[in-house]
C-alpha cells in the first residue's frame, strides 16, 4: 500500500516550497492539491490555483508524483485544461496524475456565475467532459461537437510524457461515474459514503466501501476489464473516523490495515493545518510517513 499526502494549496510558495520539498523528503508516494477557486471554511483566506502550485513544485522536487484530487468541471473545459497538463506533465518529466471528478455544489459550481447544476447535469457533463479530455491528452488534434463542450481542430503536440497518456485517477461512487472510471481510469478515488460521516460507525463505513468496490468491479466486468488493473485511492478524513487515524502510528497502521484488506492501494492522508479540520500533531504525522509504510509491509 503506498502513502501519499494532500497539500492545499493555502501557502504562499516561500513557505509552501518547503512543504511540498519535505513531503517528498518523507518518502510519500505522491502530493496532491485540491483543485478548487476556494474551499469551504478556506475560502476566506488564502488560496491559490492547482496548476500554478504543480508546476512550482514540479520543479522544487525529484521524483515524487503529483497531481490534483480532484479536478472537475465546476470551472474546467477539457481544451484549455489539455493544455495546462500536457504542460505541466512535460515540466515533472511524467510525475502528473490527474485526480478528476463530476464536482459538486459550493463556492466552485456558481462562481463563473451560472446556476448551480443538478447532480443529473453535473454527471452529464462528466460523461462528455472526461472522454473528451481522454481523446485531447492522446491525439495530434481533435475536432468534436457535443451538448456542452466543443473542440474544433484542438492541437495538443507533442503530447503527453507519460503515453498513451496521463493517468487519470476518477473519483466516483454513483453507477455513471464507476462505469467512466472503469473505462478511463488508472485508478479510482472515493472519500468513502458521507452519508455516514456525522454518524455512521467504522464497520458501517467498511462494509459502504467494500459495497463501492464490488459495484467498481461489476462496472469493470461489463467491459471485459480486470478490475484489479485500476489502483483504488481513499481520500482520507471523510470517513467516521476522520482524523484520529492520525492520532498514533499504531492508530494510522490499524487503519491502513483494514483499508488495504479491503482493496485499496493507496492512501491519501491531509498535510496538518493547525485550527482546521486537518488538525494533526506535525511531529506524529512525520512518524506515521516514515514508518507506517514499513509496518504495512511486514
Not at 500500500?1 to 497539500?7: A, E, Q, W
Not at 462494509?207 to 482520507?236: F, K, N, P, S
Not at 492520525?246 to 493547525?274: K, N, Q
Request: with cysteine; glycine share 10%.
Amino acid at each position: 500500500m503506498r502513502l501519499s499526502t494532500v497539500i492545499l494549496p493555502i501557502h504562499s510558495w516561500g513557505e509552501g516550497q518547503k512543504v511540498w520539498q519535505r513531503a517528498e523528503d518523507l518518502g510519500f508516494h505522491a502530493s496532491y492539491t485540491y483543485d478548487h477557486l476556494s474551499w469551504r471554511t478556506f475560502r476566506d483566506g488564502p488560496w491559490f490555483g492547482a496548476v500554478p502550485t504543480l508546476t512550482a513544485a514540479a520543479t522544487a522536487t525529484r521524483s515524487m508524483r503529483l497531481g490534483t484530487l480532484v479536478t472537475s468541471p465546476n470551472f474546467r473545459h477539457p481544451v484549455t485544461l489539455a493544455k495546462e497538463l500536457i504542460s505541466l506533465d512535460d515540466i515533472s518529466h511524467g510525475r502528473v496524475t490527474l485526480g478528476i471528478g463530476a464536482g459538486g455544489t459550493g463556492f466552485d459550481a456558481t462562481v463563473l456565475g451560472q446556476e448551480p447544476w443538478t447532480p443529473r447535469e453535473r454527471a452529464d457533463r462528466f460523461g462528455e467532459f472526461l472522454p473528451l479530455l481522454d481523446r485531447l491528452l492522446t491525439e495530434d488534434a481533435v475536432s468534436y461537437e457535443g451538448d456542452y463542450y466543443s473542440a474544433h481542430e484542438a492541437r495538443n503536440i507533442p503530447g503527453c510524457v507519460q503515453r498513451p497518456r496521463l493517468p487519470f485517477a476518477v473519483a466516483a461512487t454513483g453507477p455513471r461515474g464507476l462505469r467512466l472510471a472503469a473505462r478511463h481510469g488508472q485508478a479510482w478515488v472515493t472519500t468513502g459514503d458521507p452519508k455516514l460521516f456525522e454518524n455512521g460507525t467504522p464497520e458501517q463505513s467498511d462494509r459502504a466501501l467494500r459495497e463501492q468496490g464490488d459495484r467498481l468491479a461489476d462496472a469493470c466486468a461489463a467491459i471485459g476489464r480486470e478490475v484489479g488493473e485500476l489502483d483504488r485511492v481513499l481520500l482520507t478524513g471523510f470517513t467516521p473516523e476522520r482524523s484520529r487515524p492520525l492520532a498514533s502510528v499504531d492508530a494510522f497502521v490499524d487503519f491502513a490495515g483494514r483499508h488495504r484488506d479491503l482493496g485499496f492501494t493507496e492512501l491519501v492522508v491531509h498535510w496538518p493545518i493547525a485550527d482546521s479540520d486537518f488538525t494533526a500533531d506535525e511531529k506524529v504525522f512525520e512518524r506515521i510517513a516514515m514508518e507506517a509504510p514499513a509496518q504495512l509491509e511486514d
